[in-house]
């Protein structure tokens, strides 16, 4: 893939602990919904032995002007100097990759599962989908501690809001420790939430992303279900 440059142009926390970031989407660069990028940090203020680059999603979808990703903010050096650099600092950005894009046959209908920040291509893809008025029946379990976790709940409930073929169930685990209402599902992603919403759980492609464990924990309930290897798109996020 070619690398491009990009800077900077504002971040913004979007729920505790996790924050997105806003980059000039360069000139002919295009990307699928799903799709992730490379950044690299250019002379960083600091580093540490992860090193300079790191493999975001986009969680921007391809409609919107800008691109965006966000991420965790763990105590990494990497992670320190995206929060603090200048608003107009250059990156070098090496996308897109991946093949974690919705299928083409919308008589398929798509199911993701997915919990905390690995809801980021999840979000350039439903956007998409909505803009582009997708025939596709698209389902989505996203599951978070708290509300307060959960990243791009707006973005998705006004997605459910204007796309009648979008489903969202967001399900909460530790209601006990949140300060907000959440009058939806509990708990987590189990087989029975999964029957309760899907009439025939053989029949979509389920796509299932976020770090390793995550991705293990809902492969396990699917093969449980009887859902075929076949049907299962994962994304996993190395390195949490
Ligand atoms: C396709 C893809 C998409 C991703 N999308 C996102 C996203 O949208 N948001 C997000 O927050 N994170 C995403 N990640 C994870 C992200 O790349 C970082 O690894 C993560 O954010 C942790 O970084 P850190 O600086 O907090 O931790 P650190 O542990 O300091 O950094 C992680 C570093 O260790 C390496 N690493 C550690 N363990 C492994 C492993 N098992 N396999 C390979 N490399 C490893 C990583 O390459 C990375 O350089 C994605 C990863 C992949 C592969």
């Known amino acids: 893939m070619p690398i491009y440059e990009t800077k900077l142009k504002r971040r913004q926390e979007i729920a505790d602990g996790t924050m997105a970031f806003y980059f000039e989407k360069p000139v002919g660069f295009e990307y699928k919904a799903g799709q992730f990028a490379d950044y690299t940090l250019v002379n960083p203020s600091e580093t540490d032995t992860e090193g300079n680059i790191r493999g975001f999603s986009l969680a921007s979808a391809p409609y919107e002007d800008d691109l965006m990703s966000a991420t965790r903010m763990r105590d990494t050096a990497f992670k320190r100097v995206l929060k603090t650099m200048e608003i107009g600092t250059g990156l070098m950005l090496d996308a897109p990759y991946g093949s974690f894009t919705l299928h083409n046959n919308a008589k398929v209908p798509a199911v993701f599962l997915t919990g905390g920040i690995g809801v980021t291509p999840v979000r350039s893809i439903i956007l998409q989908a909505s803009r582009d008025k997708l025939p596709h029946k698209i389902f989505l379990f996203y599951s978070n501690r708290r509300p307060e976790d ?22 909460m685990t530790e209601m006990e420790k949140s300060s907000q209402d959440w009058d939806a599902e509990t708990g987590y992603i189990t087989n029975d939430m999964l029957t ?42 190395a390195g949490y």
């Open 150 to 171: 959960a990243a791009f709940l707006g973005d998705l409930m006004s997605a459910q809001e204007t796309n009648p073929n979008f489903t969202f169930i967001a399900t």
């Open 196 to 237: 309760k919403y899907i009439p025939d759980l053989a029949a979509p492609i389920y796509y299932v992303c976020g770090p390793a464990a995550m991705v293990a924990a809902m492969r396990k309930i699917l093969n449980e279900a009887g859902v075929d290897d076949d049907n299962i798109r994962t994304e996993e996020f």
